[in-house]
């Protein structure tokens, strides 16, 4: 009776949480979090306008632009991508943000200049911020998969060969 040990108070859910948070706040403080939460949000403000307006037909572009990019947010800030090393993380979401500012550029476009509503225009004009933060977005990761693919490699030390080098032809 004398000698009873403190329960643990650590729950589990406390304990994950716990395990998350340093490294999301330490991804949320860097260059490529902030910009991953402005898409989410932004993705997530024009879906909203477009679900009040009458361009309702756009509704599903936003939407499927904010669940990439929160899918996204979340690999990055839990070490998800790294786990997997059969996809290039990068590049995959290189192709997201050049889709996306594709889409919310041409989709603003239209709900600016063929709808009257306000729902329409405001989504219009977040569209329009959400394509410049995708741009940003896709500039970044293109100069950094670019600086990626100029590293040497190993093989690199061999001198490149001509097409003469190794000529089949009978004009010797």
């Not at 949320?28 to 879906?47: D, N």
């Not at 709808?115 to 933060?133: E, L, P, Q, R």
Request: aromatic share 14%.
């Amino acid at each position: 009776m004398g000698d009873i040990e403190a329960p643990d108070t650590n729950e589990p859910g406390q304990s994950f949480l716990q395990a998350i948070l340093p490294r999301a706040k330490e991804f949320a403080s860097s260059r490529k979090g902030q910009l991953l939460i402005a898409e989410v949000a932004l993705s997530l403000i024009t879906f909203i306008c477009f679900v009040a307006s009458t361009a309702a037909a756009f509704v599903t572009a936003p939407l499927i632009e904010f669940l990439a990019a929160l899918f996204i947010l979340s690999a990055y800030s839990t070490k998800f991508n790294e786990r997997f090393k059969g996809f290039y993380f990068p590049l995959m979401d290189f192709l997201r943000c050049v889709s996306a500012s594709i889409i919310f550029f041409i989709i603003s476009i239209i709900s600016v200049s063929k709808y009257t509503d306000g729902a329409s225009k405001a989504a219009g004009v977040f569209g329009f911020i959400a394509t410049i933060v995708f741009a940003l977005d896709f500039y970044i990761i293109f100069n950094d998969l670019a600086n990626f693919l100029k590293q040497p490699g190993e093989s690199s030390d061999d001198p490149p060969r001509t097409s003469d080098y190794n000529s089949d032809s009978d004009s010797d």
